[in-house]
């Protein structure tokens, strides 16, 4: 490994170390160093050096980068202070570059213009938000030279939008805004929601031919690698299975512009019954959603109102076996009441049979098959049992993403620990999976273009 920086950000290189080492400079002498790479949240970096003098070496804004990463840092945070040698400890950190889009917030609310089919593109989308405010499209004093952005086009980044997704504003007439933030957020939000394969999309934002480039990802699965405990040591695993939000009917709340006669001691409001799953009545739990916001029914015939929304309400707002309410909205909310299923882990190492960077990289999906234990195991060699590995290993699998690598190096020498995420989603089997080979030393080599 070797470790470069630069002066500044602004006005800095545009090419990484490998393509053209002006102007970086090489790191050759550090007394540590701890470097993050995330998948769905920013890379971090610490360094520490022993100087002679306070003042530091590098600046805020200084770029640092390895030439076995296309992760670039940048530094946000300098401390020092004085050894008992009489000699000056200097910390350097700071986030990766991905941290680039909290720069900006929308000045104005992003109107979400949805088809009638309620289906968006996301990566499209998100690709004319980004350059709005950070590429072509944006004014001269906040474009920043040489932004790109690149959509992954091999996946189906098609998704049903929902207003509960959203801290937003809905309109009848004008439709879904979405509210003035950071950019980051609204990046985020659409892609955690694009899940090509069963899990969600990321963002990583790298330096490549003179310029910055925002890169749209979807998780890639990397097979046949599959980590067991006999093959590789987990440390710190954990299974977390809850029915406490277990749901199976939804009494939702909305404000109407008329008491109910049926029901008058509700006053101007209304219920509906949204069942999620149909339970016997020893296993049925019921929740409470107010939904005003998005399920008002605003009186037609009030003269204040906007008058295409009269309209709107005139066809709707009487029948109240029908009310004027996005059903899509309800869909969507049922979706939290799911019980909760997730896993997490980590790695000592990945020990010589797998290699960081060349088979795996953060936010690949690998296969964990958990251990059957002695009983299972022994059934599974008998001719005429009712389990064999193969549909054990189907039923059983856990599908964890790599969602962080931490590597540190000091002077007890060099540390990896890659640590893996997982839900209840499973591999859909759309979208890009690596074909691994194994050569004649036992070593895992992936064919995969990134």
């Known amino acids: 490994m070797r470790l470069f920086s630069s002066g500044n950000l602004n006005g800095g290189p545009r090419f990484t170390p490998n393509e053209n080492m002006q102007p970086w400079v090489e790191i050759e002498d550090f007394d540590s160093l701890s470097w993050s790479e995330r998948s769905h949240d920013y890379g971090d970096f610490k360094l520490k050096i022993v100087s002679d ?12 980068m390895r030439d076995d990463s296309d992760f670039v840092m940048i530094c946000e945070d300098i401390h020092a202070h004085q050894l008992p040698s009489g000699k ?11 941290s680039m889009l909290e720069w900006r917030i929308n000045e104005d609310k992003i109107p979400l213009q949805i088809p009638d089919s ?57 439709g879904l805004t979405l509210d003035r933030d950071h ?16 899990f969600s999309m990321f963002y990583r934002i790298r330096m490549r031919n003179g310029g910055f480039w925002v890169d749209f990802e979807a998780p890639f699965l990397v097979e046949p690698i599959v980590l067991s405990p006999s093959d ?10 809850s029915n406490r939000k277990k749901y199976s009917n939804i009494i939702e709340v909305y404000e109407h512009y008329e008491v109910d006669p049926k029901k008058p001691q509700n006053g101007k409001s209304r219920t509906n019954v949204l069942e999620v799953r149909n339970e016997i009545p020893m296993l049925r739990r019921e929740v409470l959603w107010n939904n005003t916001a998005d399920h008002k029914v605003l009186d037609p015939n009030d003269k204040d109102s906007k ?17 004027y309410y996005p059903i899509y909205v309800a869909a969507d909310k049922a979706g939290e009441y799911t019980p909760v299923m997730q896993y997490s882990a980590k790695l000592d190492s990945f020990g010589a049979n797998i290699k960081y960077r060349q088979d795996l990289f953060v936010g690949d999906v690998v296969r964990y098959i958990p251990d059957p234990g002695i009983n299972l195991r022994q059934q599974m060699r008998m001719p005429d049992g009712t389990i064999n590995w193969e549909k054990y290993a189907e039923q059983r699998r ?18 990896l620990q890659p640590s893996f995420t997982g839900y209840a989603e499973k591999w859909t089997g759309e979208g890009s999976r690596v074909s691994v080979e194994r050569n004649s030393e036992s070593v895992y080599r992936a064919i995969r273009s990134r």
């Open 53 to 64: 003098t306070i003042e530091p070496q590098f600046g805020t804004y200084s770029m640092w």
């Open 88 to 98: 000056y400890l200097q910390e350097y950190s700071g986030r990766s570059l991905e």
């Open 118 to 174: 309620r289906w968006l593109e996301t990566q499209l989308y998100l690709e004319t938000i980004l350059h709005n405010n950070f590429g072509s499209g944006a004014s001269a004093r906040r474009r920043i030279p040489g932004f790109n952005v690149h959509r992954e086009l091999d996946v189906n980044s098609w998704v049903r939008v929902n207003m509960a997704d959203f801290d937003s504003d809905w309109d009848e007439t004008v």
């Open 183 to 198: 950019i980051v957020k609204h990046v985020r939000r659409f892609l955690d929601m694009t899940k090509p394969n069963g």
């Open 232 to 241: 590789d040591d987990f440390t710190d695993f954990e299974y977390v299975w």
């Open 307 to 323: 008058k295409d929304a009269r309209d709107v309400h005139k066809k709707n707002a009487y029948d109240y076996s029908n009310p």
């Open 398 to 415: 856990i599908d964890l993403q790599l969602t962080e690598v931490t590597e540190s190096w000091d002077s007890s020498g060099y540390t």
